[in-house]
């Protein structure tokens, strides 16, 4: 028996000011998101953001039903418009955000395990790793270069 580690490196920032410009922008973008939320069940409010190769950003946010296993999350709302619209662009990066009712998001919010099976997905279809983007409604702002890294151990088509 082996023991073997993962370890997973990102970058950590205080403001949104420290990022490049386009970071910037996606973020921003990502928060304009959350006014297109539908969640008057969870009334948790996700924002997506992504970059595409093209320099255009595409929006998407959590579009919930009263048939709660059929809420779709910001991340993957977002994914689905950008591959829809322009599939032939590769996504560069994608900036997370949310706002609960209860209490000020002041940590960093983080895709859920199906979100980062999809982003994972992605980046096999595109052949290009995505940059994650995660901010709460204030506070750090944690950036990891691909998101695998986000999801060791991830399945993809080499199985099937
Ligand atoms: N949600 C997202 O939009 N993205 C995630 O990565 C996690 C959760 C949404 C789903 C649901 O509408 C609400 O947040 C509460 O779980």
Request: net charge neutral.
């Amino acid at each position: 028996m082996k023991k073997h580690n993962i370890s997973t490196s990102f970058q950590i920032f205080d403001q949104v000011s420290e990022l490049t410009d386009i970071d910037q922008k996606l973020v921003l973008a990502a928060k304009d998101a959350l006014k297109d939320s539908y969640s008057p069940y969870s009334k948790f409010k996700v924002g997506a953001a992504i970059l595409l190769s093209n320099g255009e950003i595409i929006k998407g946010s959590n579009q919930e039903n009263a048939a709660y296993t059929m809420c779709l999350c910001a991340e993957r709302v977002a994914i689905a418009a950008a591959d829809s619209v322009y599939p032939k662009e590769k996504i560069i990066a994608i900036a997370v955000t949310a706002k609960s009712p209860t209490k000020p998001i002041d940590k960093p919010i983080a895709p859920c395990g199906a979100c980062r099976q999809v982003l994972c997905e992605t980046e096999n279809k595109h052949n290009q790793s995505m940059k994650v983007i995660m901010q709460g409604e204030v506070g750090q702002i944690v950036i990891i270069e691909t998101a695998k890294d986000l999801l060791p151990f991830h399945f993809d088509a080499e199985f099937l």
